[in-house]
């Protein structure tokens, strides 16, 4: 089993900057590949970025340019840099996990685990 758990979530204005950590623990050898999707209010769940054991990464073209996904194997922790942040940015990010990477990242039904969520609010 898998337990992610999402953390550096708040609150922050239009153009200034957060990031996330996604902590993972248990069979941790199982996170092959990571990702990081957002929920917003009355909205349904969206891919943000992912990044594989190879250390590819990939974005939504939303946060392309703004924002950064990376991970500490060693901490078995992976990141969101998020910069530039805009109000349509609001919402609450969740960390997934799966073991294969052969599949899509963007697709949160290819993830095996995910965290409870962080809620990230941006002011205008």
């Known amino acids: 089993q898998v337990q992610l758990v999402e953390s550096g979530g708040g609150l922050v204005q239009a153009g200034g900057s957060l990031r996330l950590s996604c902590a993972a623990s248990?069979?941790?050898?199982?996170?092959?590949?990571m990702g990081w999707f957002r929920q917003a209010p009355g909205k349904e769940r969206e891919f943000v970025a992912a990044?594989?054991?190879?250390?590819?990464?990939y974005y939504a073209d939303s946060v392309k340019s703004r924002f950064t996904i990376s991970r500490d194997k060693a901490k078995n922790t992976v990141y969101l840099q998020m910069n530039s942040l805009k109000p349509e940015d609001t919402a609450v990010y969740y960390c997934a996990a799966k073991f294969s990477g052969a599949s899509s990242l963007d697709k949160g039904y290819e993830y095996d685990y995910w965290g409870q969520g962080t809620q990230v609010t941006v002011s205008s």
């Open positions: 990044i594989r054991r190879t250390g590819s990464t």
């Open positions: 248990g069979r941790t050898s199982r996170t092959n590949d």
